[in-house]
């Protein structure tokens, strides 16, 4: 069982950046996969990014590739998402994902109750 608890969330103004943290419980969390998704209003949750356990492998939806970065420390049993150039349409409830396995899957088995993040303009 994982537990994860995202934080840094926040309103920000257009062109700034946040960074949010994923706590995660457990003692199986350099062998989990993780990542980043979003839901904004109205619209269906979306991929972020993941990264997986070892950290080598990462991957990015492209709306957001060259702005923000996932990273992780196995060590503080925390992944990151920096983001940087933040736009309104990065506004969304940013959910945590934790996975069973060690490469970036399809789906993931654990999730958090979210951070906001908001844009404004």
């Known amino acids: 069982q994982v537990q994860v608890a995202e934080s840094g969330g926040g309103l920000v103004q257009a062109g700034g950046s946040l960074r949010l943290s994923c706590a995660a419980s457990g003692r199986t969390f350099s062998s989990n996969a993780m990542a980043w998704f979003r839901q904004a209003p109205g619209k269906e949750r979306e991929f972020v990014a993941a990264i997986s356990s070892s950290g080598y492998n990462t991957r990015y939806a492209d709306s957001v590739k060259g702005r923000f970065t996932i990273s992780r420390d196995n060590a503080k049993n925390t992944v990151y998402l920096q983001m940087n150039s933040l736009t309104p349409d990065d506004t969304a409830l940013y959910y945590c994902?934790?996975?069973?396995?060690?490469?970036?899957?399809?789906?993931?088995?654990?999730w958090g109750q979210g951070t906001q993040v908001t844009v404004s303009s």
């Open positions: 994902a934790a996975s069973i396995t060690t490469y970036i899957p399809v789906g993931y088995d654990y």
